[in-house]
């Protein structure tokens, strides 16, 4: 296989987990947070009760939905398109004082269970139904809004989590606003950071660097978070460029064995035979899903070697490792763009390079957190920053206007309504357009009427497969042929026909005679049995 692990593969796949790791570590930092903290939700003021859930999705994401994927360039973790769901669970089930989390990691892991029999009844083909238009449109949308959310990052206002993706966000603020109250609290000294750490990152993204065997050596936001540590030490003396706690990632830091433990919820197996639990394991389930669905086929559609990834093995995967983090008290798992988009940038070979990002989790997260804890969020914002633009670059806007309007018009609607919502209603806005047009193209081109020919007929040619979609434009047409004249109807190329349809050719050819038509039918002695008019 292609995407199987291989020592010549590994140096470029420890490079792209090293940088995933980067990517993925605020991510689950702030969806974890900005999930457990929702508006509501009462019980739990620990700091490392509240991020630990995010980082075990991150962890099982990255070493077991990792192993058992067939995508080549995917990455899996907590996703904030599930957010509202994940807090709106908790709130219901009683918050953390009152073992809401433990019924919800339950639900989860049910979830789980879920999908890994969507994905044995080969659910998964529902994916090949997406139109590229709609994932391209997810795709731009995604990287407009990391774009605009990671802007306050960028210049030092950290005060949203990362990883709150919804228009209106847990601190009461919506978007727009958060990039308002930046300009009034700008940091200076994160906002050097973030402009250092940019400029490595584009240079280090020039063929220069890339064509030259010892600079490629290193990883540009390997680079860049080494140096932003060095300049955040210098700057912690230099009054008004401080760069505070509040402005470094935060990663807990357990001092003992009991403590450690203490961060983790596990499941309460009791709460099983609640209806409650069951509904919001199928909610989960089925969000969860489509969503990874919609990541796979955006991923597929960037892969430089325009590979396939095996829908219903995904769904698999996604079950096994929402099932393992749902016991160990994590958050529901999907395929996330974000990271795969990263993980593709930065030169990934295997699917072995997912694998590994989950293992320098599990290595800093748990071993050496504090080195961690000195790396600068500005940092992480200029690298999501410029996965953003690569994901919403002009070009590729240019390029789907210039495909015409059947194209762009659901790129802009997915791309508009996730900006002020979120990314699944986004995609189904997306989609409802997209099927609109559809309809329109397939209504036009289901049937062609001839004008009266020199035999002084109406000469009416169905197509090779007329559905019941097509039934109202040629009632239409049917209804506008002159009273008295001779009509012809096709269907000679015609390989199937609804019921619908056919009924409606049957009270057209009944009521002939009242409206003085004389009908006549064309087709292929082969096709008699499946079109032949009459009941």
Known sequence: MKDSFSIKNLKFDLASGLVVFFVALPLCLGISLASTSYKGIEGLDDFAGIVMPGLIAGIVGGLVVGTFSGSRYGVSGPAAGLITIVGAAIIEFGGFGNGGFEKFALAVALGGVIQFIFGLIKAGFVAYYIPFSVIKGMLAGIGITIFIKELPHFFGYDSDPEGDLKFSQTDGHNTFEEIWLMLDNVHLGATIVAFISLAILIIWGMKFVKNNKIL?????????????????????????????????????EPGSMEEFKSMFYFPNFNAITEPAVW?????????ASIESLLCVEATDKMDPHKGRTPMNRELRAQGIGNMLSGLLGGLPITQVIVRSTANIGAGAKTKSSAIIHGAFLVGFVLLIPGVLNLIPRATLAAVLLLIGWKLASPKAMIQMVKSGWEQFVPFFVVIGVMLVTDLLIGVGAGLAVAMVIILYRNLQMSFFIKPITQDGKVHIHLSQHTTFLNKASIMKRLDEIEDGKEVVIDLSDTLSIDFDVKEALNDFIEGAPDRDLTVSIIQEEKLIQNVTMGH
């Open 279 to 287: 509904r919001v394991a199928l909610v989960v389930a089925l969000v």
């Open 216 to 252: 490629n050596l290193f990883p540009g936001p390997l680079l860049a978070i080494i140096i932003s540590v060095g300049i955040a030490t210098i700057l912690m003396g230099v009054s008004g460029f401080e760069i505070g706690k509040s402005h470094l990632v935060s990663v807990p």
